[in-house]
């Protein structure tokens, strides 16, 4: 689990949005019991796989699909003979992907575009002449823009799905 703290991190995980749950349970029990959550659950949909766990809001209910989706990645760990459940919320692995190569993409474009117009720059060329060749530089700001809305748009399913955890430790449902 990552801790980044530059101005891409909204492509990473940041520390704010990390979830511990402590269970009374070993790990191998404890992952067990909520793998089987997971099925019987109509609110979110998941998967366990040995110790880590990879939890989405129920395509049903969500606000949000496909790569912008917010998804809880997380896994299950011993603490002596108790166990807790460590994770984080961050888009899935594609939308991160396509924003990062939106922004890098963009950047070049537009670094491309301001060595073309500085080229063909006279003594006779006015501020005027340089606005289309301006415009490439805001695409990356709209990339984080988008990534950022997408992140605010998912705040509804990442509460339901820390609900659901909340739901595990104080008993209501199986665990």
Not at 7 to 18: E, G, N, Q, V, Y
Not at 49 to 74: D, E, L, N, W
Not at 75 to 92: N, T
Request: proline letters at 4%; one cysteine or more; a positive charge.
């Amino acid at each position: 689990m990552t801790r980044q703290g530059s101005f891409f991190s909204i492509l990473w995980t940041p520390s704010r949005r990390r979830v511990m749950l402590a269970f009374d349970l070993h790990s191998d029990t404890a992952a067990q019991r909520l793998s089987e959550a997971l099925n019987a659950s109509s609110e979110v949909t998941g998967r366990v796989v040995g110790s880590g766990v990879k939890i989405g809001r129920h395509p049903s209910r969500t606000r949000q699909r496909g790569a912008f989706a917010t998804v809880f990645y997380g896994i299950v760990q011993d603490e002596g003979d108790c166990s807790s459940l460590e994770g984080h919320f961050q888009l899935h692995p594609v939308g991160r992907l396509f924003v990062a190569a939106w922004i890098v993409l963009s950047t070049l474009l537009a670094l491309a575009l301001l060595f073309a117009g500085a080229l063909r720059a006279n003594p006779e060329s006015t501020a005027q002449d340089a606005l289309p060749f301006l415009f490439p530089v805001v695409l990356p700001f709209l990339g984080l823009g988008l990534a950022q809305w997408q992140r605010r748009r998912g705040r509804r399913d990442e509460a339901a799905i820390r609900g659901w955890l909340e739901s595990l430790k104080s008993g209501r449902d199986t665990l």
